[in-house]
C-alpha cells in the first residue's frame, strides 16, 4: 500500500447509542488515495462562524418549544446542541437572539444530520434552513462574516 502526501486516512468511533449495549462500538478505517489533479470543491453556499447562543427550536406540530444551544451558525443553517434525540428529515422552527444585530431571527429548517456525543451525552442536530425571511437570511451574513472578521484580527493580534 503507497503511503504519500496524497493519501487519506479516516477513522470514525461512534459512542454507544443510549438503549444500545454499552460495550457495542463500531470502529470503522478507511484507506483512499486522491488524485492530484482534482481540487478541492467548496460544497458550502454561506461561510460558517462558531457560534454559541441560545435558542428555541420547535419539532414539526409547533405545540411545544425546547431549548437549546448553537455551535455554528451561517446563512444557510445552524448545528445545534439538544437533549432531545431528532432524525434527520425532521422539519424544525427555531428562534434566536442574533448577537450584535439585536434582532429575532425566526426560521423553518430540516434536520440533515444528527449524532448522540458520548461525551457529553447530548445530541448535534445539523439544521439546513428551508424558510427564512431574506433580512434575517442576510442579517445571519453579515454577523458571521464580524464574528470571523474579529476572530482573524485577534490572531493576528496575539501572532505580533
Not at 12 to 28: A, C, K, N, Q
Not at 127 to 151: G, H, M, N, W, Y
Request: proline share 4%; aromatic share 10%; glycine share 6%.
Amino acid at each position: 500500500m503507497k503511503r504519500d502526501s496524497s493519501a487519506c486516512y479516516n477513522c470514525f468511533l461512534r459512542y454507544p447509542h443510549p438503549g444500545s449495549e454499552p460495550d457495542l462500538e463500531l470502529v470503522l478505517l478507511t484507506y483512499f488515495e486522491l488524485d492530484s489533479t482534482v481540487e478541492h470543491e467548496q460544497r458550502r453556499q454561506f461561510e460558517r462562524a462558531p457560534v454559541n447562543v441560545g435558542l428555541s427550536y420547535s419539532v414539526e406540530d409547533g405545540a411545544r418549544w425546547q431549548r437549546a444551544s448553537t455551535i455554528n451558525l451561517s446563512g444557510g443553517g445552524l448545528r445545534i446542541w439538544s437533549v432531545e434525540e431528532h432524525a434527520p428529515g425532521v422539519q424544525v422552527a427555531v428562534r434566536f437572539r442574533l448577537p450584535k444585530f439585536r434582532r429575532v431571527v425566526q426560521a423553518n429548517g430540516r434536520i440533515v444530520k444528527s449524532f448522540f456525543d458520548g461525551v457529553s451525552h447530548d445530541y448535534s442536530h445539523g439544521l439546513a434552513f428551508t424558510q427564512i425571511a431574506e433580512a434575517d437570511r442576510e442579517a445571519i451574513v453579515e454577523f458571521v462574516k464580524s464574528t470571523r472578521r474579529t476572530a482573524n484580527e485577534s490572531d493576528f493580534q496575539r501572532a505580533s
